[in-house]
């Protein structure tokens, strides 16, 4: 199958390191790195990325505040569980432009004082355009809050929580094909100056690995010719780095995506991969080469088995629906009524709330938490944004 890119300067860089590899083929994981993070053109490293009504896609945070509010209030509720540590660092992977750190900052300072007291807001950014917007966002010398790369931070240095809102969906994945009745993976190669798959043996043997902890055979009969799916290698190698860097506290992320058997279901045949430009998605990861976003939904399953092999306890799964509801987000809705806001802004207001958590967007996505080193009596306290669980 021959494919095209419309961006001649990273596709000519794409292309260079196919014809410079061994076998002149990258994997699909190599392509969407370059895709996503390459230094000059990547989607993420670039300086035309932008999150919100005039970008590609929307983030909870860069709908309302509200998310980050009630996220804040699930961050205190861990300190007190944790003791009231006098050093309680919150640790964001992948901030986007910060807007979720500057809600959270501020929220805490304003209604949570003795807590703010405690905090050192830690930022882990691959981008250095995002690194820029972020320190335009919330200020150094405002805010308690540093930027560290991960060799930067020492191991079991963390007391507090490492948070993610649609990290992981962003991660390389590694994609996978059943081909003849026999498993492979899809590389990358070149063909008369276009890009073209080709299927061979795995690249790693983390692959194979990685469907034995989700205990799923995609060998069986009752998966289909051409079924084609995504291993997220890199969403473990980042946990085992939480996992190696939290001495105590929790693990938050919040993602889009499904359990191992949802995920890997015979009936998605194509599997979860999807593009975003300019609010609109497609199944094309070829073509607006460093100028869309490419996503793969989030396998829980091997987030929690994986966690466990790496010493983080599995607290919870839930839905952003009923976690932010179970913070409070229901009595903001019941806040509406109490005339106390400007008709003209209570539709505007309303709207907010609900996408928050509409089933069908937002308030579908999920909730993990984890947690490392916690005392048996901490383990077993219910959480505000866990009840359900």
Not at 32 to 57: N, V
Not at 260 to 281: D, I, N, S, V, W
């Amino acid at each position: 199958m021959l494919l095209n890119s419309n961006n001649s300067s990273l596709l000519d860089k794409v292309i260079y390191r196919i014809n410079a590899s061994p076998e002149k083929k990258i994997t699909f994981a190599e392509y969407m790195d370059m895709c996503l993070y390459d230094e000059q053109y990547g989607y993420y490293t670039s300086k035309s990325i932008a999150i919100g009504p005039e970008g590609d896609f929307f983030t909870s945070s860069s709908i309302s505040s509200d998310f980050g509010e009630l996220l804040a209030i699930q961050m205190e509720e861990f300190w007190q569980v944790l003791g009231q540590p006098k050093s309680f660092r919150i640790v964001e992977m992948g901030a986007g432009e910060g807007i979720l750190a500057k809600i959270i900052l501020d929220y805490l300072q304003s209604k949570f004082p003795s807590f703010y007291e405690c905090i050192q807001y830690l930022i882990i950014e691959k981008s250095t355009a995002l690194k820029i917007k972020q320190k335009e966002t919330v200020n150094p010398t405002k805010y308690p809050i540093i930027w560290q790369d991960w060799q930067e931070i020492d191991s079991e240095s963390i007391i507090g929580c490492f948070i993610s809102n649609e990290l992981m969906d962003a991660l390389p994945v590694h994609r996978i094909i059943k081909d003849e009745g026999e498993l492979k993976e899809i590389y990358v190669t070149v063909e008369d100056g276009n890009l073209r798959e080709i299927y061979n043996n795995f690249s790693t043997d983390k692959i194979e690995e990685y469907l034995m902890i989700n205990h799923v055979n995609l060998r069986e009969d009752s998966y289909p010719h051409n079924y084609q799916t995504e291993v997220n290698l890199f969403s473990l190698e980042i946990l085992a780095k939480i996992a190696q860097k939290l001495k105590r506290g929790y693990v938050l992320t919040v993602d889009y995506g499904y359990d191992a058997q949802k995920f890997y279901h015979p009936q998605r045949y194509e599997g979860t991969l999807k593009c975003y430009y300019q609010h609109r998605h497609h199944h094309n990861p070829y073509v607006n080469l460093g100028i869309q976003d490419i996503t793969s939904h989030v396998n829980f399953t091997a987030l929690v088995e994986s966690g466990l092999n790496f010493g983080l306890d599995n607290l919870g799964l839930t839905q952003q629906a009923l976690f932010l509801m179970e913070l409070g987000l229901g009595d903001r809705l019941n806040d509406l009524s109490s005339g106390k806001i400007l008709l003209s802004e209570l539709w505007q207001r309303r709207n907010q709330l609900h996408e928050l958590i509409n089933p069908q967007g937002l308030g579908g996505f999920y909730v993990l938490l984890q947690g490392k080193n916690l005392r048996e009596t901490e383990r077993k306290q219910t959480l505000k944004g866990f009840t359900n669980f």
